[in-house]
C-alpha cells in the first residue's frame, strides 16, 4: 500500500507482510491476537508527520516490540519490518549483523527509544524509490543477513 503525501511516496507494511514475516522468522504459523497485530503494524503510519520515515521506522519497531501480538517471534518480526519499511522507503541499513541483537535489546529493554536507534543506522539511499517495491524480496535478502540475529531474538 502507498499514499502519497506532498509529492513525497511512502510505502507501507501491511498486516499481511507482518504475518508473513513472523512466518519467515519463527518457521511456523503461529496464533496471534489481531486487534495488537494490527495496531502493531498501524504504528509505521506517522499521523500528522507522514514524510518522517525515520520517526515512523522508530514508532513501529518500539511499538510492536512493546504491544507483541504473536505467540512467538516478536522481537525478531518487528526487527525484520522495521528495518523493511526503511528500506522500501530508500533507507540502507549500516548495522553489522553482530551488533544488531543488541541494538534490538537496547530498545525492546526502553534503554534507547526506536526512533534514536533507528537514526544511528538509517542513511538515505543515492538510489531513486521504487515505485512498486519487492517487500519479499528485501525481506529475504534481511533474514539472510541477520539470520543469527534472528535465531538469537527468541521470546
Given at each position: ?14 498486516v ?15 496464533p496471534?491476537?489481531?486487534a ?30 512493546r ?37 534490538v ?23 531513486p524509490i ?26
Amino acid at each position: 500500500m502507498t499514499i502519497e503525501v506532498s509529492k513525497k511516496m511512502v510505502h507501507y507494511l501491511t498486516v499481511q507482510d507482518v504475518l508473513w514475516i513472523n512466518q519467515e522468522v519463527t518457521k511456523e504459523s503461529l496464533p496471534f491476537k489481531y486487534a495488537q497485530l494490527e495496531e502493531g503494524t498501524n504504528f509505521q503510519y506517522g499521523y500528522g508527520q507522514s514524510e518522517n520515515v525515520l520517526l515512523q521506522a522508530g514508532q513501529f519497531i518500539q511499538g510492536f516490540i512493546r504491544l507483541r501480538p504473536f505467540a512467538s517471534g516478536n522481537r525478531a518480526t518487528a526487527f525484520i519490518s522495521a528495518l523493511a519499511f526503511l528500506r522500501i522507503n530508500g533507507y540502507e541499513i549500516e548495522l553489522d549483523p553482530e551488533n544488531a541483537k543488541s541494538w534490538v535489546m537496547e530498545i525492546a529493554d526502553r534503554k534507547v527509544s526506536g526512533k534514536d536507534a533507528i537514526a544511528k543506522i538509517a542513511k538515505r539511499s543515492e538510489r531513486p524509490i521504487d515505485m512498486n517495491p519487492p517487500i519479499r524480496t528485501i525481506v529475504k535478502e534481511l533474514l539472510e543477513t541477520y539470520a543469527d540475529t534472528i535465531e538469537n531474538l527468541r521470546d
